[in-house]
């Protein structure tokens, strides 16, 4: 396999967390992600890597929202294990079909500062 797109982002958790109300959740959040955040104890944190790895997903596609993708197009889920992944739908699947991407590899992390995600897909 060769990679076919890598993306990273990061989100200051102070600006993200004054930002973040029911409206952007509702924006952004498929009801899985809201219903994972929202039970943590710090649910600012989690819906932040949530976000990163979201920008990173398009970034990694070479596409954003003015390509058609939306925020609900990538949905990042955890296992029983931790492992996070990512789900695509919609435009974000179609682009990532016409690139022939075949494998999406997440890493996500937080500190009490800041969230970031890095996205490599392979095809």
């Known amino acids: 396999m060769r990679v076919i797109g890598v993306g990273i982002d990061i ?3 102070d600006t993200f967390r004054v930002r ?7 924006e952004l959040f498929l009801p899985e992600e809201v219903k994972y955040c929202s039970g943590r104890a710090r649910p600012w944190e989690s819906y932040a890597a ?3 790895a979201k ?3 398009f970034k990694a596609l070479g596409a954003g929202l003015s390509h058609g993708l939306r925020w ?4 990042i889920l955890k296992d029983g294990s931790g ?3 990512v789900l695509l739908t919609g435009k974000a699947l179609e682009q990532a079909q016409e ?3 075949k494998e999406i590899h997440l890493s996500i992390s937080h500190t009490k500062l800041n969230a970031i995600a890095v996205v490599v897909m392979e095809g």
């Open 11 to 13: 989100v200051d958790l």
């Open 20 to 26: 973040l109300d029911d409206g952007l959740i509702e």
């Open 50 to 52: 949530r976000f990163a």
């Open 55 to 57: 920008e990173a997903t």
């Open 72 to 75: 609900k197009h990538v949905e």
């Open 83 to 85: 492992a996070v992944s």
């Open 99 to 101: 690139k022939k991407v």
